[in-house]
């Protein structure tokens, strides 16, 4: 059975679709602990009704040292020896030898269509552009800032009236789709990331990842 970890830093709505698509329905895996960095982050009380072991590392706890606090983390992950780290909102950047030490083994979902948009404010950024099209990217984490191989990406329409909450909500609802159907390939052992790309059933993936197959 593949062990996942979970980091969150907020509500956790995509940690929820994973505990219903996956945690609570697949018994090829199982959601081993939750981590957030913020005490109050309502992904904790998500763990704790599904009766999942959940900590929060706090981010506030080694005084700003990104070093320090990541070696907590990775101290926390391997009480859990999990087999996929999944990062569903943890709005913290981690260091470079965090992100070696779970490479191939660490995704995370971006709201935009990489390569555009990395970082933050993206919906802002795409009116702003006057795109017609935004949408939502899961990805393999590597050292540069959402700069890793995607695995899966979703489109969602811009109009003319929308504002960054519009396209949020249009966001999530993909975000909510494809991120669980992710977690499965990896769990299934299709997905793997070798050499700086992503392969799906032994078939390397474009720069878009698999929708663009």
């Not at 935004?134 to 109009?159: C, M, N, W």
């Amino acid at each position: 059975m593949k062990r996942i970890v979970v980091m969150i830093s907020g509500s956790g709505s995509n940690l929820q679709t994973i505990i219903d698509q996956i945690h609570r329905s697949d018994d090829a895996a199982q959601i081993v602990c939750v981590i957030s960095n913020k005490p109050d982050a309502f992904g904790l009380q998500r763990a704790k009704e599904a009766g999942i072991p959940h900590v929060c590392v706090d981010s506030q706890s080694t005084s700003g040292d990104r070093a320090a606090y990541d070696k907590l983390l990775v101290t926390t992950i391997e009480e859990y020896q999990a087999d996929l780290i999944v990062l569903a909102g943890f709005m913290r950047i981690l260091s470079d030898s965090f992100v070696n030490q779970y490479l191939g083994r660490l995704i995370n979902i971006h709201p935009s269509l990489l390569p555009k948009y990395k970082g933050l404010n993206t919906h802002q950024r795409a009116i702003d552009n006057g795109d017609t099209e935004h949408g939502v990217s899961v990805h393999f984490v590597t050292p540069e800032l959402d700069g890793g191989p995607v695995i899966l990406q979703a489109k969602v329409p811009i109009f003319p009236e929308d504002d960054a909450e519009d396209i949020a909500q249009r966001v999530q609802v993909q975000e909510h789709q494809i991120y669980p159907l992710v977690v499965r390939w990896f769990i299934q052992d299709r997905l793997i990331m070798d050499d700086g790309r992503a392969f799906m059933d032994q078939h390397v993936l474009g720069s878009n990842g698999f929708a663009h197959e």
